[in-house]
């Protein structure tokens, strides 16, 4: 038998005896959809902030089988195999290093990002659109560089004219950076965070004393 072939079967093996851990389905005492484990890269920064670089616990521990990540801390929970008992990992990290593309994909969820989830216009948070800032009959084209985060009551004021047309507040969207994306993911921590994520997590909140 070949080694790639030994490799092969050896990682479906682990993959196996890692599907063979007993669930908050199986168990009834306990519930574990509550333990997601949060991923570093592998140089111990988030894969993202924004949302949270999250997988659930199965996932997690068939990457720790694999080899594929450290484990860096756990829960005080375990689940059990027929073999093997097991804390939940609550942090990993990538053994492997992850770059990230220097321009983030042109989304719709990234546009909102970019913009902080408010109407460039108005700032309200609330019914959001998007709206060419250079309209498209005057040749305004979808690209990052011209489209912003829009209300829909500020939409439909401006319509098809400029926002010097219509009075409006003169915004000038610009194309981020993935590092920019991930910084300003950092002004949206997530209600819940459990306490062995802190050490690894960099928010724009006030620490504790």
């Given at each position: 038998?070949?080694?790639?072939?030994?490799?092969?079967?050896?990682?479906?093996?682990?993959?196996?005896?890692?599907?063979?851990?007993?669930?908050?389905?199986?168990?009834?005492?306990r519930?574990?959809?509550?333990?997601?484990?949060?991923?570093?890269?592998?140089?111990?920064?988030?894969?993202?902030?924004?949302?949270?670089?999250?997988?659930?616990?199965?996932?997690?521990?068939?990457?720790?089988?694999?080899?594929?990540?450290?484990?860096?801390?756990?829960?005080?929970?375990?689940?059990?195999?027929?073999?093997?008992?097991?804390?939940?990992?609550?942090?990993?990290?990538?053994?492997?290093?992850?770059?990230?593309?220097?321009?983030?994909?042109?989304?719709r969820?990234?546009?909102?990002?970019?913009?902080?989830?408010?109407?460039?216009?108005?700032?309200?948070?609330?019914?959001?659109?998007?709206?060419?800032?250079?309209?498209?009959?005057?040749?305004?084209?979808?690209?990052?560089?011209?489209?912003?985060?829009?209300?829909?009551?500020?939409n439909?004021?401006?319509?098809?004219r400029?926002?010097?047309?219509?009075?409006?507040?003169?915004?000038?969207?610009?194309?981020?950076?993935?590092?920019?994306?991930?910084?300003?993911?950092?002004?949206?921590p997530?209600?819940?965070?459990?306490?062995?994520?802190?050490?690894?997590l960099y928010?724009?909140?006030?620490?504790?004393?």
């Amino acid at each position: 038998m070949s080694i790639r072939r030994e490799q092969t079967l050896f990682k479906a093996e682990l993959i196996e005896r890692a599907a063979h851990f007993r669930s908050a389905a199986d168990d009834g005492t306990r519930n574990l959809a509550g333990c997601p484990t949060l991923v570093l890269n592998a140089d111990y920064t988030p894969l993202s902030y924004y949302p949270l670089s999250l997988w659930p616990w199965q996932t997690a521990i068939k990457a720790v089988f694999l080899d594929r990540v450290d484990i860096i801390e756990c829960y005080d929970r375990e689940v059990h195999s027929p073999s093997l008992d097991m804390k939940i990992p609550s942090v990993i990290a990538l053994r492997q290093y992850v770059k990230q593309s220097e321009f983030p994909a042109f989304t719709r969820f990234n546009l909102f990002l970019r913009d902080k989830f408010e109407c460039q216009y108005c700032g309200s948070g609330q019914d959001l659109t998007f709206d060419h800032v250079i309209p498209r009959r005057l040749g305004g084209k979808t690209t990052w560089e011209n489209i912003a985060s829009a209300c829909a009551p500020c939409n439909m004021k401006k319509g098809g004219r400029t926002p010097k047309q219509a009075h409006m507040k003169q915004v000038n969207p610009i194309r981020p950076t993935s590092w920019q994306l991930q910084q300003y993911g950092r002004s949206f921590p997530p209600g819940y965070l459990h306490e062995t994520w802190r050490d690894w997590l960099y928010w724009d909140i006030e620490l504790e004393a």
